[in-house]
Each structure stands twice: as structure tokens, then as C-alpha cells.
């Protein structure tokens, strides 16, 4: 079984600034997906980056980019420039390859990070 | 077709009453899950379907939650004999067979059961 783990329950970062927020993840898989959801205050959760296990790059999408170290089995997720919109709880989430009982996510307990102005 | 859409957003039950929820998913996307989430919690796997066929059920999905999806299109999760610790948010999430990495959410059902 996966477990995937966010130490940090809140964190805070003033606009403009940038904030990083930490995933750890326990597997025997050795290939599988990373990946960070947002959920804005009663808004749906929305795909903010995802990682490929098997690629050594780090993922980048715009202001977002991960530092993704496998043998440590660490997923950390960098928000450049913050904006007051980056205000969410945001998810870290584990999904192996394959098929199979594969296609299901496994979450953190999330990070609530607030951008002040 | 511009999400994954979810029918009520809100219910207030009394315990012990049944409800339904609907899900709609994207039109293109052959895979349909259901996650709960209750608070400060991440999302937790309750099933899945792959079409209409329902592939997987967690334990976290006891005798009085039933999920279907006809035709594999739209599903509903029915919960009979609501409980209080059956309170939280309800998400749906479909993704396609060839693109099946990330997933949509919808804005999910909360359920209060008081």
C-alpha cells in the first residue's frame, strides 16, 4: 500500500514571494505518477503539475515547478511570484502505472497555504 | 462539455434517511471515480468504474453506499440509512483511457447528516 505524506498542515507566503511545500510518499512501485491538485475554498480540485517517476527532469508549469528526488522519495512543489489566487489547499497525490487497481489516487492529508497581500 | 458536474452541491439529510447523488462526467472520459473527503482530510477512494462495469470498491464503501453507472455514462452513489460520520464532501472524477494520469473533479456533493 502507498501512503503519501504532507507535513505541512498550513503555511503562509506574502505576494511576490516564493513557498515551498513539502511530500514525502512510501512505495514499492517503481513506476508511477506525482502529482499536485489545488483546491481553492469551495472551488473544484484542479490538476496544478504532475511528474513522471521514470523522467529525471523536474516538471515546470509556469510559476509551479517540483523537486522531485526518487530515492528519497521526495515530491516538493515551488510556487514562484505567489499570487493571491495560489490561496488553497493543495494535495500531493500518488498513483502507480498500469492497470488494474493502478487507476486510483492516494492523497496527502493537504497543506493549506495562504497568500497575503 | 466543459467539466465533470456534480448534482446536488449541497444536502442536508437527517439520519437515517436516504440519499442520492449524480455525477456527470466528461462525455469522452470512460473512467469514473468516487472519492469522500471529510475535513482536513485528503480524498479517499470509495470505487470505480470503467464504463458501466464497477471495478473496484474500497472498504471504506460499506453495505449501505451503492454506486452505479448506467450505460457508462452518468453514475449516481446512493447512501441508505445515512449515519453522522457519513458527513462530508462527495467528489467525482473521471478521466480518458488514454490520457488516464490526471483525473477531472468535479465541485463535489457535501453531505451534512444531521
Known amino acids: 500500500a502507498q501512503t503519501v505524506t504532507q507535513s505541512q498542515p498550513e503555511m503562509s507566503v506574502q505576494e511576490a514571494e516564493t513557498v515551498t511545500l513539502s511530500c514525502t510518499y512510501d512505495t514499492s512501485e517503481n513506476n508511477y505518477y506525482l502529482f499536485w491538485y489545488k483546491q481553492p475554498p469551495s472551488r473544484q480540485m484542479i490538476l496544478v503539475i504532475r511528474?513522471?517517476?521514470?523522467?529525471?527532469q523536474n516538471a515546470t508549469e509556469n510559476r509551479f515547478s517540483v523537486n522531485f528526488q526518487k530515492a528519497a522519495k521526495s515530491f516538493s512543489l515551488k510556487i514562484s511570484d505567489s499570487q493571491l489566487g495560489d490561496t488553497a489547499m493543495y494535495f500531493c497525490?500518488?498513483?502507480?502505472?498500469?492497470?488494474?487497481?493502478?487507476?486510483?489516487?492516494?492523497f496527502g492529508k493537504g497543506t493549506l497555504l495562504t497568500v497575503n497581500p | 462539455d466543459t467539466g465533470v458536474s456534480q448534482d446536488p452541491r449541497h444536502k442536508i439529510t437527517k439520519r437515517g434517511q436516504n440519499v442520492t447523488f449524480r455525477c456527470d462526467p466528461i462525455?469522452?472520459?470512460?473512467?469514473l471515480y468516487w472519492y469522500r473527503q471529510t475535513l482536513g482530510q485528503g480524498p479517499e477512494f470509495l470505487t470505480y468504474?470503467?464504463?458501466?462495469?464497477?471495478?473496484?470498491k474500497s472498504r471504506l464503501l460499506s453495505d449501505r453506499f451503492s454506486a452505479e453507472r448506467p450505460k457508462g455514462s452518468f453514475s449516481t452513489l446512493e447512501i441508505q440509512r445515512t449515519e453522522q460520520g457519513d458527513s462530508a464532501m462527495y467528489l467525482c472524477?473521471?478521466?480518458?483511457?488514454?490520457?488516464?494520469?490526471?483525473?477531472?473533479f468535479g465541485s463535489g456533493t457535501r453531505l451534512t447528516v444531521v
Open positions: 497525490a500518488f498513483r502507480p502505472t498500469g492497470g488494474g487497481s493502478n487507476y486510483k489516487l492516494t
Open positions: 472524477a473521471s478521466s480518458a483511457w488514454d490520457r488516464d494520469y490526471g483525473y477531472t
Open positions: 462525455s469522452e472520459h470512460n473512467r
Open positions: 468504474f470503467q464504463n458501466e462495469a464497477q471495478l473496484e
Open positions: 511528474q513522471e517517476a521514470y523522467k529525471q
